[in-house]
């Protein structure tokens, strides 16, 4: 039973995603169609990259991952199909790719969408795609391809005494991700004291706790969470609104670049 994952920023107020799904089950009638979010923002791919990333590693080999983020940032005329492990994705040639797997993979091949305009049309084309890889039959549409769009996550500032990390996630629960990871925290750190600055000479956080019960409620906590980044949050609280920390700022007038707003971590 073939397993298809689907990731998009198309949200779930209209009937688009039951739309797509309704082609892959016709293409596929006995596939699992598994969503991993149709929230995601179409410009952070930092976002993307992590909710996707670190859902993909607990689906069986041979899964199927198609990502609609930023689908028509530029005309398209083919889609790109990876070999990732022991599993496949499909995404726009726009650098999602490689910000999800972190590297360039070695198999990477461009479907050709034809006089597919429309994003129906578009994924008319991969619903015949993934069927056809399933069935053995012939890709008369897939080519090998050399020239991608890349694009890699943001690693954190680091200085002898200090490290600078983005937010690069605010959960449902306003509970604040870093893009630092445990090793990277650890390897920075070197068995030193540190203090996580929430507020500046007012607020901080100076130990790793395990889970959320480790603190009273209203206390704040930082953990390693269950991706291995490392996560700010307060008990039965608001961390984010509390301290006014956000993801990024999309500011138009800067070509859509993505400002992300940094927490500093000091060692002594």
């Known amino acids: ?10 949200g779930l107020n209209d009937y688009l995603v039951g739309a797509i799904k309704g082609q892959l089950i016709s293409a596929i009638p006995d596939c699992t169609i598994a969503d991993i979010s149709h929230q995601l923002s179409p410009y952070d791919y930092q976002q993307a990259a992590y909710v996707c990333g670190n859902a993909f590693k607990y689906f069986p080999a041979d899964t199927f991952h198609l990502i609609m983020v930023n689908f028509f940032e530029k005309p398209l005329k083919y889609l790109l199909l990876a070999e990732y492990g022991d599993q496949y994705i499909i995404c726009p040639d726009n650098g999602m790719l490689t910000m999800i797997t972190r590297t360039r993979p070695e198999n990477i091949n461009a479907i050709d969408i034809g006089d597919a305009v429309s994003l129906l049309d578009c994924t008319k084309v991969i619903a015949a ?42 959960d449902n629960f306003e509970n604040v991700v870093l893009n630092l990871t445990k090793e990277e925290f650890e390897e920075i750190r070197r ?15 100076t130990k790793i706790s395990d889970h959320y019960a480790s603190v009273q409620p209203g206390e704040n906590l930082a953990f390693f969470n269950a991706a291995g980044y490392l996560e700010i949050a307060i008990n039965k609280g608001n961390v984010a609104g509390l301290f006014g920390l956000q993801k990024y700022a999309n500011t138009s007038n800067m070509q859509n670049r993505l400002l992300y707003q940094t927490v500093r971590i000091t060692f002594e």
């Not at 897939?142 to 490290?163: C, F, H, L, Q």
């Open 1 to 10: 039973m073939p397993v298809i994952t689907f990731s998009s920023d198309i």
């Open 129 to 170: 795609c993934i069927h056809k890889m399933i069935t053995g039959a012939k890709l008369t549409n897939v080519s090998s391809i050399t020239e991608i769009d890349e694009k890699y996550p943001m690693r954190s500032a680091v200085g002898n005494d200090w490290i600078d990390s983005q937010i690069i996630y605010i």
């Open 191 to 205: 068995n030193r004291k540190f203090k996580i600055v929430l507020m500046r000479n007012s607020e901080f956080i």
